[in-house]
């Protein structure tokens, strides 16, 4: 009779510790990964954040040359106002965030583009050394912008994978996990571009 119950109570807290074991693993997965995008977003923020504040700099090196382009430095100033006024919570990332994210950036390095462009006619700035550190510094983040963004759609793409996936699928639907956006492409980025000569 002993046998029996001790029998009885051992299948019964197997019954309720495997399934728990099971739920408690799979959310903190779930929560591991969570934290993993968001991680992956603040660097992505961090990198761009690094872009904006090297602009001050890189605008007053120009105007100290090329004072009378006050069209394009006012163009960059205002574009880098823009991104600064996007404040995104990574906690309720969505696709039009990011796509509005994605546009203000978007607008910030036609700018730039815009404002190197500009350094092209006056060689003395070219060959100013604050300037030549300041555009070194831009690529470099520019590349980094690139890899913090690579590796947030690759944070975003194991938490999608993970939520998505039976049975756990059915956990992430009870506790509320919802898919994080990915970065994508910008709009005619497939296609080559022309080159003139």
Same mark, same amino acid.
């Given at each position: ?15 309720i ?19 993993g995008?968001s ?13 904006a ?31 600064g ?5 990574? %906690? *309720? =990332? ?9 546009? +203000? #950036?978007? $607008?910030?390095?036609? &700018? ?59 956990? %992430? *639907? =009870? ?9 994508? +492409? #910008?709009? $005619?980025?497939?296609? &080559? ?5």
């Open positions: 009779m002993k046998k029996g119950w001790l029998i009885a109570i051992v299948a019964v807290l197997l019954l510790l495997i399934p728990y074991t099971w739920v408690k693993g799979t959310y903190n997965g779930f929560v591991r990964l969570d934290e995008v991680k992956a977003w603040s660097d992505v923020e961090s990198t761009y954040q690094r872009r504040d090297l602009i001050p700099n890189l605008v007053e090196t120009v105007k100290g040359y090329a004072s009378h382009e006050q069209e394009v430095l006012t163009g960059v100033t205002e574009a880098r106002s823009r991104v006024q996007i404040q995104i919570d990574a %906690a *309720n =990332l969505s696709p039009a965030m990011i796509q509005q994210f994605q546009q +203000a #950036q978007q $607008g910030l390095s036609g &700018a730039l583009s815009r404002l190197l462009a500009v350094s092209e006619s006056y060689p003395d700035l070219k060959a100013n050394q604050n300037f030549l550190d300041l555009q070194t510094q831009l690529e470099g983040t520019e590349n980094r912008i690139n890899v913090a963004r690579t590796r947030f759609n690759e944070a975003a793409r194991a938490y999608n994978t993970q939520i998505r996936s039976f049975p756990g699928n059915l956990l %992430a *639907n =009870l506790f509320g996990f919802q898919q994080k956006p990915y970065f994508e +492409a #910008q709009e $005619g980025a497939d296609a &080559a571009p022309k080159v003139k000569f």
